[in-house]
Nanobody
Framework: QVHVEESGGGLVQAGGSLRLSCSAS????????MAWFRQAPGKEREFVAG????????YYTDSVKDRFTISRNNPKGSVYLQMNSLKSEDTAVYYC?????????????????WGRGTHVTVSA
């Protein structure tokens, strides 16, 4: 069973950048497809980006394409989310999630392993 933990959140001005990290322990991260979700106040948790466990193919929600980049470093047991050109609407708690399937699912209920989240606040 894998345990994941996020870090790297904070307060940033609109147009700025942040890099989130997700560290995994307990089981090799290479066995999991990984994803980032976010949840803004009063809203449902939504898929942001995902990366497949074998091929490394990446997926993004439309609102972050060309601004966010997901990557993984299996030997280090880590997944990253580089966020550029941040907007106020990116403000949310960001969660790292792991799934044993080879595909990347866009629904939160598909993931069995979650971190506690890291807060990202983008000021206008």
């Amino acid at each position: 069973q894998v345990h994941v933990e996020e870090s790297g959140g904070g307060l940033v001005q609109a147009g700025g950048s942040l890099r989130l990290s997700c560290s995994a322990s307990g089981h090799p991260i290479s066995a999991y497809s990984m994803a980032w979700f976010r949840q803004a106040p009063g809203k449902e948790r939504e898929f942001v980006a995902g990366i497949r466990r074998v091929s490394g193919i990446v997926y993004y929600t439309d609102s972050v394409k060309d601004r966010f980049t997901i990557s993984r470093n299996n030997p280090k047991g880590s997944v990253y989310l580089q966020m550029n050109s941040l907007k106020s609407e990116d403000t949310a708690v960001y969660y790292c999630a792991a799934d044993l399937r080879s595909s990347v699912e866009r629904t939160a209920s598909s993931y069995g392993y979650w971190g506690r989240g890291t807060h990202v606040t983008v000021s206008a």
